[in-house]
Nanobody, 117 residues
Framework: QVQLVESGGGLVQAGGSLRLSCAAS????????MGWYRQAPGKQRELVAR???????NYVDSVKGRFTISRDNAKNTVYLLMNSLKPEDTAVYYC???????????WGQGTQVTVSS
């Protein structure tokens, strides 16, 4: 089992920055990728950014150049630094840990990010 605890959400004005943190505990060695998803009201949950065990990252096009995902393996923590925030970034952000074999996804409880215009 893996437990994920997120922190760092909040209310920010457009153009501002926030950093989300996701602390993982449990059987961490089984995890391959970690990432951040978001879900806005009335929309499907979408992948925002993902980082693999080797540090390879990928981002949804709408956040490229503005968001940066990173991980601190010593602290079992993944971060999402969000710069130049826009009102359309408003959503509940969820931390995800993906295990490949057998396939399984762990989720955090979610943290609200609200960007005012």
């Amino acid at each position: 089992q893996v437990q994920l605890v997120e922190s760092g959400g909040g209310l920010v004005q457009a153009g501002g920055s926030l950093r989300l943190s996701c602390a993982a505990s449990g059987i961490i060695g089984s995890i391959n990728n970690m990432g951040w998803y978001r879900q806005a009201p009335g929309k499907q949950r979408e992948l925002v950014a993902r980082i693999g065990s080797t540090g390879v990252t990928n981002y949804v096009d709408s956040v490229k150049g503005r968001f940066t995902i990173s991980r601190d393996n010593a602290k079992n923590t993944v971060y999402l630094l969000m710069n130049s925030l826009k009102p359309e970034d408003t959503a509940v952000y969820y931390c995800n840990a993906h295990r490949s074999l057998p396939a399984y996804d762990y989720w955090g409880q979610g943290t609200q990010v609200t960007v005012s215009s």
